[in-house]
């Protein structure tokens, strides 16, 4: 104010002035699809590595399913104690299967995932090159 000119006719500044200008120019500065980066491998370790992942994977699986199928039998278990005298007694059996069902159907996504894991090119070719080999041992001469 002190000493600077107030302009009316100044160009427009580089800011958007609503929220649909400041969303059309967001979208045309970000980049349109983000790739995740590539994982860097020694030669001759890239498939050792991918099963090594992919087992840990499958681990986790494990984890995450033993710990949920623990916290529904204790809900259920604190639920019973609550509404039922020796409730947590009485209600053992059916608390306990619901924690292992609980359990198991999260574990079931386990063998489809170890089953993605092995299904790789090399591995293929690995199953291949056995067949054949077997093949040749088992035919008549």
């Given at each position: 104010?002190?000493?600077?000119?107030?302009?009316?006719?100044?160009?427009?500044?580089?800011?958007?002035t609503?929220?649909?200008e400041?969303?059309?120019?967001?979208?045309?500065?970000?980049?349109?699809?983000?790739?995740?980066k590539?994982?860097?491998y020694?030669?001759?370790?890239?498939?050792?590595?991918?099963?090594e992942?992919?087992?840990?994977?499958a681990?986790?699986?494990?984890?995450?399913?033993?710990?949920?199928?623990?916290?529904?039998y204790?809900?259920?278990s604190a639920?019973?104690?609550?509404?039922?005298?020796?409730?947590a007694?009485?209600?053992?059996?059916?608390?306990?299967?619901?924690?292992?069902g609980?359990t198991?159907?999260?574990?079931s996504?386990?063998?489809?995932?170890?089953?993605?894991?092995?299904?790789?090119p090399?591995?293929?070719?690995?199953v291949?090159?056995?067949?054949?080999v077997?093949?040749?041992?088992l035919?008549?001469?």
């Open positions: 104010m002190h000493g600077e000119p107030h302009d009316q006719t100044a160009a427009p500044s580089a800011e958007p609503t929220a649909s400041a969303a059309s120019s967001a979208s045309a500065t970000a980049p349109l699809a983000a790739r995740p590539k994982r860097k020694s030669k001759g370790l890239k498939e050792i590595q991918q099963v992942r992919s087992i840990s994977r681990s986790t699986r494990v984890a995450r399913a033993v710990a949920k199928g623990m916290q529904t204790r809900k259920r639920k019973s104690a609550l509404t039922k005298r020796d409730g007694l009485r209600d053992f059996p059916v608390n306990l299967a619901e924690g292992l609980k198991m159907r999260v574990l996504g386990i063998p489809a995932d170890l089953a993605k894991a092995m299904n790789t090399r591995a293929r070719q690995r291949r090159r056995q067949l054949r077997t093949s040749r041992v035919r008549p001469r």
